[in-house]
């Protein structure tokens, strides 16, 4: 006689993200450099270099198996007009959320806090001649999104975005920024007679090496654009990147005849 018993056949309940939203399109540019789209909350209202806490769920604990968010601040690359959200990222391989987030794909779902804050916004300037982003690494995120914000150019005469990286693989999504910007449908026509981009490169050789640090120390950078009025008066200054390059710029937000500075990140 044939004993015979009921086999269950159970699924394990995949974890559903709080505050999930889709990813739409990622693009890798070096072994340290991506950037990824992931769909827009019908609710999320946010000024143009905002940034907001983005994630995944962290590997479930050893004894109780319960997992908890990876979340850190990550700037906003796409305007406040734009119907999708755009981030610009590092890859760090031992880095508790970006040793997860490098691998995302289409389809997959992160969690995004619908909760923007940040200081790199134009309300915090007030108008003047020319505004400066100056920015090395990822740190140009926030200026993607204000390069494409049509206020910047209602706002300045010029607008010039420094960009300093190692090599020029890592300048690329800075090249593809200037081209889709010059290109735009609602800014291209000012961002063509009025956006100056001058990328460097630290290691590898490019048409402009050096640091943005030394080249603002030694004139160099002024003398390539042809500017000699760089003043209070003139100029106004975001920067994100490096601690050195907070560092460096911070100082002049408090000379005798300042440069209103903004630095973060």
Request: with cysteine; hydrophobic share 40%.
């Amino acid at each position: 006689m044939t004993e015979q018993s009921t086999v269950t056949l159970t699924t394990a309940t995949p974890v559903t993200l709080p505050d999930a939203q889709t990813v739409t399109e990622v693009e890798h540019y070096t072994d340290r450099l991506f950037r990824f789209r992931v769909t827009r909350p019908a609710s999320l209202r946010f000024r143009s270099g905002e940034f907001v806490m983005i994630g995944l769920m962290g590997d479930p604990d050893p004894v109780t198996g319960k997992q908890k968010p990876l979340l850190r601040a990550y700037s906003i690359a796409s305007p406040a007009w734009d119907e999708t959200l755009q981030f610009y990222s590092i890859k760090v391989e031992d880095g508790p959320l970006t040793s997860k987030l490098q691998h995302i794909k289409p389809g997959d779902q992160v969690i995004l806090r619908p909760k923007p804050v940040g200081t790199l916004v134009h309300d915090a300037l007030t108008p003047a001649k020319r505004i400066w982003f100056f920015s090395t690494g990822t740190g140009i995120a926030p200026f993607a999104s204000l390069l494409r914000e049509p206020e910047t150019y209602e706002r300045f005469e010029k607008v010039i975005l420094t960009h300093s990286c190692r090599d020029l693989a890592e300048l690329k999504f800075g090249q593809e920024l200037i081209e889709e910007t010059k290109n735009d449908i609602l800014v291209g026509e000012d961002a063509q007679s009025k956006l100056i981009y001058y990328p460097t490169t630290t290691r590898e050789t490019s048409a402009k090496m050096g640091r943005i640090t030394t080249l603002l120390e030694n004139g160099a950078l002024f003398a390539d654009l042809g500017i000699s009025d760089f003043n209070a008066e003139n100029d106004r200054a975001m920067v994100c990147g490096s601690m050195g390059l907070n560092t460096f710029l911070r100082p002049m937000a408090f000379a005798r005849e300042p440069i209103p500075i903004l630095a973060t990140m």
